[in-house]
């Protein structure tokens, strides 16, 4: 079965510095992955989503990035970090076969800006 | 416009009652129709989907959620709560051939007490 690893899991950052959130994922192959961003606990929102190595779509405009460098790895990125970027992270892997409508989540990456 | 509302922020159980937690949805075509638990500072937990076939659908730890297509609903029951049922739930919505881009509701408290 597949695993989706987050790191760091928990992060404190000033305003204006940098960020590199990784997701990478085991037991499958050529994923399709997502980032998803839960503010103040609550609802969810799509931010990128890649089908395959270096292929990223955007759905809301950000201060944020992605990048596919490997088929098993997604990175968020940002080179100056806003308050509003607080929240927590969520990468996700649509599954396959009988799974194939399921979205499997890591554990998240909780971002605190300061 | 694919969209999903989960109109109670809270709903407060006691131990073995039944419980209902509420979700429409709005998108084009037919919908898939999913559930997921959240418990604090971890990712989310697929419960349960439905994508087509019979309106009642049964998922983990005892979930179940039936698919009201003329009332656009999609709502979680479970015949008696337990105290671990106790975390956020969401419900999420896409339409067809939208990969993993799922609409999320905002979420809603579930609190179960002995």
């Known amino acids: 079965s597949q695993t989706i690893h987050q790191w760091p899991a928990t992060l404190v950052q000033p305003v204006g510095s940098p960020l590199s959130l990784e997701c990478t994922v085991e037991g499958t192959s050529n994923p399709n992955l997502y980032w998803y961003r839960q503010a103040a606990g609550r609802g969810l929102q799509l931010l990128f989503y890649s089908v395959g190595i270096g292929q990223i779509s955007s759905e809301v405009p950000q201060n944020l990035s992605a990048s596919r460098p490997q088929d098993r790895q997604f990175i968020l990125s940002s080179k100056k970090l806003l308050l509003s970027d607080s929240g927590f992270y969520l990468c996700?892997?649509?599954?396959?076969?009988?799974?194939?409508?399921?979205?499997?989540f890591g554990a998240g990456s909780r971002l605190t800006v300061l | 416009a694919q969209s999903v509302a989960q109109p109670e922020d809270q709903v407060n159980v006691a131990e073995g009652n039944p419980l209902t937690v509420k979700c429409t949805y709005s998108?084009?075509?037919?919908?898939?129709l999913f559930w997921y638990v959240q418990y604090p500072n971890r990712g989310l937990q697929f419960l349960l989907k439905y994508i087509t076939g019979d309106n009642l659908v049964k998922g983990s730890y005892g979930f179940e959620a039936e698919f009201n297509k003329s009332q656009t609903s999609f709502h979680l029951k479970k015949p008696s709560a337990l105290v671990s049922d106790s975390a956020l739930y969401f419900c999420?919505?896409?339409?067809?051939?939208?990969?993993?881009?799922?609409?999320f509701g905002q979420g809603t408290e579930l609190s179960v007490k002995p």
């Open positions: 996700a892997n649509k599954g396959a076969g009988n799974g194939a409508n399921v979205l499997t």
């Open positions: 998108v084009s075509g037919n919908p898939y």
């Open positions: 999420a919505v896409r339409g067809y051939n939208q990969g993993g881009k799922l609409i």
